[in-house]
């Protein structure tokens, strides 16, 4: 696998690879779906969510609702199987932007990374790191990476042994020891994260 054989120049990326499964990116269709999912289990346990999410699929004949289907289901509805008053507006969001604009999966392929992240982030409630969590597991963008992200802050703060007291000289550090990774970023952080839950 190229992206192994490319991370494993960094020695220190290379100790944590070798102790993990290989993985492997895969696209999903439905971006406005997938980013409904996301906004679902924001702050929740993959648990928790995971109810939630089955909760709000079965408010419909399909497992994949369009975007039309999800804008009928009032939001007094979406909040009596769990939903925040601010989740059920943000699905809502998410939907109608997604209508108004005409954007299709087709579309957001043909888009660079930095495209789809100041296209999608207009939405009220979708910030960049959702959608950075789109381009690696719906959209299968091998190149990214989630600087803002807790997870990946701490593991590379253990792992390069660096001072985390300053968050802005954390991630300029942090950009610069992932420029190494270039093209496959995203594996990094997957790796990164895979290291930090074990």
């Excluded at 969510?49 to 699929?57: G, M, N």
Aim: contains cysteine; glycine residues 4%; proline residues 3%.
């Amino acid at each position: 696998m190229q992206h192994i054989q490319h991370l494993s120049k960094d020695k220190k990326l290379k100790k944590i690879l070798e102790k993990q499964i290989p993985f492997i990116l895969e696209k999903r269709k439905k971006v406005y779906l997938q980013l409904c999912a996301s906004i679902i289990s924001q702050q929740l346990s993959t648990k928790v969510a995971k109810v939630i999410y089955a909760r709000f699929l079965n408010l419909f004949k399909t497992k994949s609702p369009s975007a039309k289907n999800i804008l009928t289901v009032p939001p007094e509805t979406l909040r009596s199987i769990g939903f925040s008053n601010a989740k059920a507006s943000y699905v809502h969001n998410v939907c109608q932007f997604f209508i108004d604009n005409k954007i299709t999966d087709a579309r957001l392929d043909k888009m660079s990374n930095e495209e789809i992240i100041d296209l999608l982030t207009q939405i009220k409630g979708v910030g960049k790191w959702t959608v950075e969590m789109i381009l690696m597991f719906t959209l299968g963008r091998e190149d990214v990476f989630a600087v803002d992200d807790l997870g990946i802050q701490q593991s590379i703060t253990k792992l390069y042994k660096l001072d985390s007291s300053d968050k802005k000289i954390l991630k300029e550090n942090m950009l610069s020891i992932s420029a190494k990774w270039s093209p496959y970023r995203t594996y990094a952080c997957r790796y990164l994260w895979g290291w930090k839950d074990s």
